[in-house]
C-alpha cells in the first residue's frame, strides 16, 4: 500500500505566549496573555494510493447463511493541487455542563478507482480475481470545492436531551461511472452534485434505533442549502442537486488509451434539485439483522424455472438500515422548492413551490370550515443495503391488484411478487437494495418556468409565478433494486433488477398514487383561495418488475430489459381536490374522502403487459440551445401478454382489448420551454414489418360486471403503421 508522499502537521493547544526568560509571572504579565482554545489538526498531501478498498458484508447463499461478500475497489488514487484536511477540536462548559465544537475541511482532488467488483470471500492479496463479478465500472468523484463539517453540542457528543447544530456540505463535485464498451470509454457523469445543509436539533445513540439526529422541536429545522454556482458567478444552484450527463469517446487525446475525466463536451440527459427548509425532520441509521427472511425473503438457488428457495435470508444477520423523513415548509422565508429541467447549458425547467397535503381542509362540515394548515411531507420509509447472491427477490403483495380481475385470471398473482434478478448462468453478486413503506404526499400548488443558470438574456427568462399545480404523489411504495458486474461481448455494463408497489389510495382517502395537473386560479366564491381543480390519472395501484442490464455505448444510455411485467389499475379523473369550496353554491364543499369513491371518476384504466425491450435515454446535443435541449427516450418492446381494458366506474362493465402480443417501437420526448411543456409520443407498430411483430389483441371482450364472464367480441390485427401524437400544455 503506497502512503502519502508527503505529510504536514500542526497541532495548535491555544497558549501563546510571548518568548522571554524563565520568569515568575506577576498578575499584571498575566493579565497581558492572550491565546485561542482548543486543538488545530492541519494536513496536506500531493498524492494518495490504496491497492485496494472494500465493504464487507455477510449474505445467505442457499442453505448457508451468513456467507462473507465484499465490494472492490481497485487501484483507489487521489490527486490534484492544496490536497489537505483541517480539524479544530474546541471545548466550552456552562452551568455545569460541556459542549463540543468540531469542524472539519478537506480538500480531496479527484479521487479515482479503477475497477468495481463485488466478491464471495475475504480475498487474499494477488488473488484478487478469484470469485469476483465482473466490473460495474470505474468509479471517479472530482471535487471542486472542499467538503465541511460543522457540529457544535452543547452537553456531551450524543446527548439525546441537549440541543446540537450541524452544517455539511459536498459541493461542485463531479461523479464518473466510466464504462468500456469494446472499443472506446464512455461516461455517465453526475454534474455539479450538491448535498449542503445546516440543520437544528438533537443527535444522539438510541439501543434499538441506531444513529437519530432529529429537529424535535417545532422551532428546529433542517435546511437545503442553496450553493454557489461555480461556472456562473453569482448563481446558486440547489443544496441537493442531481444533474445527469453523458460523454462519449473519453480518451486522452495525446494517445494514451486512459480515460480523461472532464465535463466539457458532455451531453445534457435531466436534472434535478431540492432546496428550502424541513421541519419534523429525523435520519436514522443502524444496523439490521434479518436472518429470518422478513424483508427479501430467502435466497434462491440456480435452478429450473423460478429456481428453488433456500433456508437462509437473503440479507443475513448483517446489514445496514436508513429512515429519513421530514415536512417541506410551503410559506416563509425558506420554502422548500422541488426541480426538474434539461440538464446542461441552455436548459429550461419546471420549479414546484408551495407544497401542500392533498386534502385542502380536513373538515368540511359546519359554516366557513379552516383550510388544512398541515404540510406536505416525505417518509423514507425503511430503506435496508445489503450485498446478495440470490435468483429472485420477495416484495410485498398488492392486495388491489390481486383482486383486480384481466380476462381470465387478475393483474397480479403471489407468484409476480417473487420477482427474478437475472438471467445469468449462475447467481451474481449483487448489491440489494429495499424500500418498504415509502411516502411523498406533496401537492405543488404554485408551478412555473424556469432556465438554467447560463441563460441570461431577458427575453429567454420566464416569468417567475404561476396559477398552477402539479400532483405528483406516492403511498406506501416498495421496491427491490440489485446491480451487478456484466461483460457482455467485451463490453462493461452494469446488471440490473427493478420491481416496485404502489398503494392507489388509503382508506381514509387523505393519501395517494396519482398524476395530476391542478388549475390554481383564485376562487371567488372562496375569499380568493385556489379553485383547486383537478384533472388526470388518480389512486394509481402498480406493480411492475424485471431485469436486464444498463450501459453507456452508442452515444446513449442504454438500457437492455431482458424480462419485464407492468400491472396497473388506476382512474383518470377530474373534479375538485377533497376539501376545496365550489365555485358556485353556499357552503357547497368536495367531501375529504372524495378519493375513495367513484365521484369525479370519467373511466377506470386496468393495464397488464409482459414481455421485453430496450429503452435508451438518448442525450440532447453537447451544443445544445433552447430550442434542442429536451429529454429522450426511445427504445422498443416485444409484447409476449397483455390487456387494456377501460372500466365504467359505477356498475364495472368492462371493455377488454385482451389477451396483446406484438412489438412497438417508440421515440418520445418532453422538452421544456419558456412558457409551455411539448410532449411528443411517436410508436411504431410492427417497425420492422413481421409476422411476429403484428401487434394482436386476441380477444375484445364486454364483460357485463367485474366478476361476468366475457362476451368476446372479435379480434384486432394492426400489420404496420406509426401513431405520432403532439401536445403543447401552456398554462394560463
Same mark, same amino acid.
Given at each position: 500500500?503506497?502512503?502519502? *508522499?508527503?505529510?504536514?502537521?500542526?497541532?495548535?493547544?491555544?497558549?501563546?505566549?510571548?518568548?522571554?526568560?524563565?520568569?515568575?509571572?506577576?498578575?499584571?504579565?498575566?493579565?497581558?496573555?492572550?491565546? %485561542?482554545?482548543?486543538?488545530?489538526?492541519?494536513?496536506?498531501?500531493?498524492?494518495?494510493?490504496?491497492?485496494?478498498?472494500?465493504?464487507?458484508?455477510?449474505?445467505?447463499?442457499?442453505?448457508?447463511?451468513?456467507?462473507?461478500?465484499?465490494?472492490?475497489?481497485?487501484?483507489?488514487?487521489?490527486?490534484?493541487?492544496?490536497?489537505?484536511? #483541517?480539524?479544530?477540536?474546541?471545548?466550552?462548559?456552562?452551568?455545569?455542563?460541556?459542549?463540543?465544537?468540531? /469542524?472539519?475541511?478537506?480538500?480531496?482532488?479527484?479521487?479515482?478507482?479503477?475497477?468495481?467488483?463485488?466478491?464471495?470471500?475475504?480475498?487474499?492479496?494477488?488473488?484478487?480475481?478469484?470469485?469476483?463479478?465482473?466490473?460495474?465500472?470505474?468509479?471517479?468523484?472530482?471535487?471542486?470545492?472542499?467538503? *465541511?463539517? *460543522?457540529? +457544535?453540542?452543547?452537553?456531551?457528543?450524543?446527548?439525546?436531551?441537549?440541543?446540537?447544530?450541524?452544517?455539511?456540505?459536498? /459541493?461542485?463535485?463531479?461523479?464518473?461511472?466510466?464504462?468500456?464498451?469494446?472499443?472506446?470509454?464512455?461516461?455517465?457523469?453526475? +454534474?455539479?452534485?450538491?448535498?449542503?445543509?445546516?440543520? /437544528?436539533?438533537?443527535?444522539?445513540?438510541?439501543?434499538?434505533?441506531?444513529?437519530?439526529?432529529?429537529?424535535?422541536?417545532?422551532?428546529?429545522?433542517?435546511?437545503?442549502?442553496?450553493?454557489?454556482?461555480?461556472?456562473?458567478?453569482?448563481?446558486?444552484?440547489?443544496?441537493?442537486?442531481?444533474?445527469? #450527463?453523458?460523454?462519449?469517446?473519453?480518451?486522452?487525446?495525446?494517445?494514451?488509451?486512459?480515460?480523461?475525466?472532464?465535463? &466539457?463536451?458532455?451531453?445534457?440527459?435531466?436534472?434535478?434539485?431540492?432546496?428550502?427548509?424541513?421541519?419534523?425532520?429525523?435520519?436514522?441509521?443502524?444496523?439490521?439483522?434479518?436472518?429470518?427472511?422478513?424483508?427479501?425473503?430467502?435466497?434462491?438457488?440456480?435452478?429450473?424455472?423460478?429456481?428453488?428457495?433456500?433456508?437462509?435470508?437473503?440479507?443475513?444477520?448483517?446489514?445496514?438500515?436508513?429512515?429519513?423523513?421530514?415536512?417541506?415548509?410551503?410559506?416563509?422565508?425558506?420554502?422548500?422548492?422541488?426541480?426538474?429541467?434539461?440538464?446542461?447549458?441552455?436548459?429550461?425547467?419546471?420549479?414546484?413551490?408551495?407544497?401542500?397535503?392533498?386534502?385542502?381542509?380536513?373538515?368540511?362540515?359546519?359554516?366557513?370550515?379552516?383550510?388544512?394548515?398541515?404540510?406536505?411531507?416525505?417518509?423514507?420509509?425503511?430503506?435496508?443495503?445489503?450485498?446478495?447472491?440470490?435468483?429472485?427477490?420477495?416484495?410485498?403483495?398488492?392486495?388491489?391488484?390481486?383482486?383486480? +380481475?384481466?380476462?381470465?385470471?387478475?393483474?397480479?398473482?403471489?407468484?409476480?411478487?417473487?420477482?427474478?434478478? *437475472?438471467?445469468?448462468?449462475?447467481?451474481?453478486?449483487?448489491?440489494?437494495?429495499?424500500?418498504?413503506?415509502?411516502?411523498?404526499?406533496?401537492?405543488?400548488?404554485?408551478?412555473?418556468?424556469?432556465?438554467?443558470?447560463?441563460?441570461?438574456?431577458?427575453?429567454?427568462?420566464?416569468?417567475?409565478?404561476?396559477?398552477?399545480?402539479?400532483?405528483?404523489?406516492?403511498?406506501?411504495?416498495?421496491?427491490?433494486?440489485?446491480?451487478?458486474?456484466?461483460?457482455?461481448?467485451?463490453?462493461?455494463?452494469?446488471?440490473?433488477?427493478?420491481?416496485?408497489?404502489? %398503494?392507489?389510495?388509503?382508506?381514509?382517502?387523505? +393519501?395517494?398514487?396519482?398524476?395530476? @395537473?391542478?388549475?390554481?386560479? =383564485?376562487?371567488?366564491?372562496?375569499?380568493?383561495?385556489?379553485?383547486?381543480?383537478?384533472?388526470?390519472?388518480?389512486?394509481?395501484?402498480?406493480?411492475?418488475?424485471?431485469?436486464?442490464?444498463?450501459?453507456?455505448?452508442?452515444?446513449?444510455?442504454?438500457?437492455?430489459?431482458?424480462?419485464?411485467?407492468?400491472?396497473?389499475?388506476?382512474?383518470?379523473?377530474?373534479?375538485?381536490?377533497?376539501?376545496?369550496?365550489?365555485?358556485?353554491?353556499?357552503?357547497?364543499?368536495? =367531501?375529504?374522502?372524495?378519493?375513495?369513491?367513484?365521484?369525479?371518476?370519467?373511466?377506470?384504466?386496468?393495464?397488464?403487459?409482459?414481455?421485453?425491450?430496450?429503452?435508451?435515454?438518448?442525450?440532447?446535443?453537447?451544443?445544445?440551445? @433552447?430550442?434542442?435541449?429536451?429529454?429522450?427516450?426511445?427504445?422498443?418492446?416485444?409484447?409476449?401478454?397483455?390487456?387494456?381494458?377501460?372500466?365504467?366506474?359505477?356498475?364495472?362493465?368492462?371493455?377488454?382489448?385482451?389477451?396483446?402480443?406484438?412489438?412497438?417501437?417508440?421515440?418520445?420526448?418532453?422538452?421544456?420551454?419558456?412558457?409551455?411543456?411539448?410532449?411528443?409520443?411517436?410508436?411504431?407498430?410492427?417497425?420492422?414489418?413481421?409476422?411476429?411483430?403484428?401487434?394482436?389483441? &386476441?380477444?375484445?371482450?364486454?364483460? =357485463?360486471?367485474?366478476?361476468?364472464?366475457? %362476451?368476446?367480441?372479435?379480434?384486432?390485427?394492426?400489420?404496420?403503421?406509426?401513431?405520432?401524437?403532439?401536445?403543447?400544455?401552456? =398554462?394560463?
Amino acid at each position: 500500500m503506497k502512503i502519502i *508522499h508527503f505529510v504536514s502537521c500542526v497541532v495548535a493547544f491555544g497558549y501563546a505566549i510571548s518568548a522571554q526568560a524563565m520568569q515568575p509571572l506577576n498578575d499584571v504579565s498575566l493579565s497581558q496573555v492572550s491565546g %485561542q482554545d482548543g486543538i488545530v489538526i492541519d494536513s496536506s498531501f500531493s498524492e494518495a494510493s490504496v491497492d485496494r478498498l472494500y465493504l464487507e458484508d455477510g449474505a445467505g447463499v442457499g442453505n448457508a447463511a451468513d456467507q462473507t461478500m465484499r465490494v472492490w475497489t481497485n487501484g483507489a488514487t487521489l490527486s490534484g493541487d492544496d490536497m489537505g484536511t #483541517m480539524l479544530k477540536i474546541d471545548t466550552g462548559s456552562n452551568a455545569g455542563s460541556t459542549g463540543l465544537d468540531l /469542524e472539519l475541511t478537506a480538500s480531496l482532488g479527484t479521487l479515482r478507482t479503477e475497477t468495481t467488483q463485488i466478491c464471495m470471500g475475504a480475498i487474499a492479496p494477488g488473488n484478487a480475481g478469484a470469485n469476483c463479478g465482473s466490473s460495474l465500472g470505474a468509479l471517479t468523484v472530482q471535487t471542486a470545492s472542499p467538503f *465541511h463539517a *460543522h457540529l +457544535k453540542t452543547t452537553n456531551g457528543l450524543f446527548n439525546e436531551d441537549a440541543p446540537a447544530t450541524l452544517s455539511a456540505g459536498l /459541493e461542485n463535485t463531479n461523479i464518473f461511472i466510466t464504462q468500456y464498451d469494446g472499443s472506446q470509454f464512455n461516461q455517465g457523469i453526475i +454534474k455539479d452534485f450538491n448535498f449542503s445543509f445546516n440543520g /437544528e436539533g438533537y443527535i444522539f445513540v438510541d439501543p434499538a434505533r441506531g444513529l437519530v439526529m432529529e429537529t424535535r422541536d417545532p422551532a428546529n429545522a433542517l435546511e437545503m442549502v442553496r450553493v454557489d454556482d461555480l461556472n456562473n458567478p453569482g448563481k446558486k444552484l440547489p443544496g441537493l442537486n442531481l444533474e445527469l #450527463m453523458y460523454k462519449s469517446n473519453v480518451a486522452d487525446p495525446s494517445g494514451d488509451p486512459s480515460p480523461v475525466y472532464s465535463t &466539457s463536451g458532455a451531453a445534457g440527459v435531466i436534472r434535478g434539485g431540492i432546496s428550502g427548509a424541513v421541519t419534523d425532520a429525523s435520519l436514522t441509521f443502524r444496523g439490521v439483522n434479518d436472518s429470518a427472511g422478513a424483508i427479501m425473503g430467502n435466497s434462491y438457488s440456480l435452478g429450473a424455472g423460478a429456481g428453488s428457495a433456500g433456508s437462509a435470508s437473503v440479507l443475513g444477520s448483517r446489514g445496514l438500515y436508513l429512515n429519513f423523513q421530514g415536512a417541506f415548509l410551503r410559506s416563509g422565508d425558506n420554502p422548500v422548492v422541488l426541480e426538474l429541467a434539461h440538464a446542461g447549458n441552455n436548459a429550461y425547467g419546471i420549479g414546484f413551490g408551495n407544497l401542500s397535503p392533498l386534502l385542502v381542509r380536513t373538515d368540511v362540515t359546519g359554516s366557513n370550515p379552516a383550510l388544512n394548515t398541515g404540510l406536505a411531507y416525505l417518509n423514507s420509509g425503511d430503506i435496508y443495503f445489503n450485498l446478495i447472491n440470490t435468483q429472485s427477490l420477495l416484495l410485498p403483495e398488492n392486495t388491489v391488484l390481486n383482486a383486480t +380481475k384481466v380476462g381470465g385470471s387478475f393483474l397480479t398473482t403471489a407468484a409476480d411478487y417473487q420477482h427474478r434478478v *437475472h438471467n445469468e448462468s449462475s447467481n451474481p453478486h449483487a448489491i440489494g437494495v429495499a424500500v418498504r413503506g415509502m411516502d411523498f404526499q406533496a401537492i405543488a400548488r404554485d408551478s412555473y418556468f424556469i432556465v438554467s443558470n447560463d441563460v441570461t438574456n431577458p427575453a429567454d427568462i420566464p416569468s417567475s409565478s404561476g396559477s398552477w399545480g402539479i400532483g405528483l404523489p406516492f403511498h406506501n411504495l416498495d421496491a427491490n433494486v440489485a446491480l451487478y458486474g456484466l461483460n457482455i461481448g467485451g463490453e462493461e455494463r452494469i446488471g440490473t433488477a427493478f420491481a416496485l408497489n404502489t %398503494q392507489g389510495v388509503s382508506a381514509d382517502g387523505s +393519501k395517494t398514487t396519482s398524476i395530476l @395537473l391542478i388549475d390554481g386560479e =383564485p376562487n371567488p366564491n372562496d375569499s380568493g383561495n385556489p379553485t383547486n381543480y383537478y384533472m388526470g390519472l388518480r389512486n394509481i395501484d402498480m406493480f411492475m418488475a424485471g431485469y436486464g442490464s444498463l450501459g453507456f455505448s452508442n452515444g446513449q444510455i442504454g438500457i437492455q430489459i431482458d424480462d419485464f411485467d407492468l400491472a396497473i389499475a388506476s382512474q383518470f379523473a377530474a373534479g375538485y381536490l377533497p376539501g376545496s369550496k365550489f365555485r358556485s353554491g353556499t357552503d357547497v364543499y368536495a =367531501p375529504v374522502d372524495g378519493f375513495t369513491s367513484s365521484d369525479g371518476v370519467l373511466f377506470g384504466i386496468n393495464l397488464k403487459l409482459a414481455g421485453s425491450g430496450n429503452v435508451n435515454l438518448v442525450p440532447a446535443p453537447a451544443s445544445s440551445t @433552447l430550442a434542442t435541449n429536451y429529454t429522450r427516450f426511445a427504445g422498443d418492446l416485444t409484447l409476449t401478454s397483455g390487456a387494456i381494458q377501460l372500466v365504467e366506474p359505477v356498475d364495472g362493465t368492462t371493455l377488454g382489448l385482451d389477451n396483446m402480443t406484438g412489438k412497438i417501437g417508440f421515440d418520445n420526448y418532453i422538452r421544456f420551454q419558456k412558457d409551455s411543456v411539448d410532449f411528443h409520443a411517436e410508436l411504431a407498430l410492427n417497425p420492422e414489418q413481421t409476422s411476429a411483430g403484428v401487434v394482436r389483441f &386476441s380477444n375484445v371482450n364486454l364483460y =357485463p360486471d367485474s366478476n361476468a364472464a366475457a %362476451q368476446r367480441l372479435g379480434e384486432i390485427a394492426i400489420s404496420g403503421g406509426n401513431l405520432v401524437s403532439n401536445l403543447n400544455i401552456k =398554462p394560463f
